[in-house]
């Protein structure tokens, strides 16, 4: 029996990665290095080639989710890690013992209008969401079936 495909949403700052510049990449692919919060990663790790993503951008005004990407590799070392240079470079990972991963995504389509965090708040479909409990920041999070097929209608 296949796996289930899984949901996900992971946040970009447009003016570092937005939606748009994914539908520009190579093949519309990118890898999504840079994630430097254990939970996070632990995510990615548990993504599979096909999986679903939510693409939202944050620390915009308004934040929003705003179209679908997909994932097409597994989770590998991200190589941010060991570069001195990068700014994503972390100088307690080592080689040996890299800490950090890393997945590679797909653009798969961009909504007619991107669905805003206060919309997203006022769904009580939506109540129980990672992405509204207060505090949640993580860049990568799950997202339930329910809350993945309420927010393709309201895309629609």
């Known amino acids: 029996m296949p796996p289930t495909k899984r949901y996900w949403l992971m946040k970009s700052e447009p003016t570092s990665f937005s939606i748009n510049d994914l539908m520009k990449a190579p093949s519309q692919t990118t890898c999504w290095d840079g994630v430097r919060n254990y939970q996070a990663r632990n995510f990615m790790r548990d993504m599979a080639v096909g999986d679903q993503i939510l693409f939202y951008h944050s620390n915009t005004d308004p934040p929003a989710v705003m179209g679908i990407a997909e994932v097409v590799t597994t989770a590998y070392i ?47 479909t939506l109540k129980g969401m990672v992405l509204l409990r207060k505090g949640s920041r993580l860049s990568v999070q799950p997202v339930s079936p329910l809350e993945w097929k309420y927010i393709l209608s309201l895309a629609r």
């Open 78 to 124: 991200d190589p941010t890690q060991f570069d001195k240079t990068d700014s994503h470079y972390d100088p307690e990972s080592k080689p040996a013992q890299p800490r950090w991963e890393m997945v590679d995504i797909k653009y798969v389509r961009k909504f007619s209008h991107p669905l805003s965090l206060d919309q997203l708040r006022k769904e009580s």
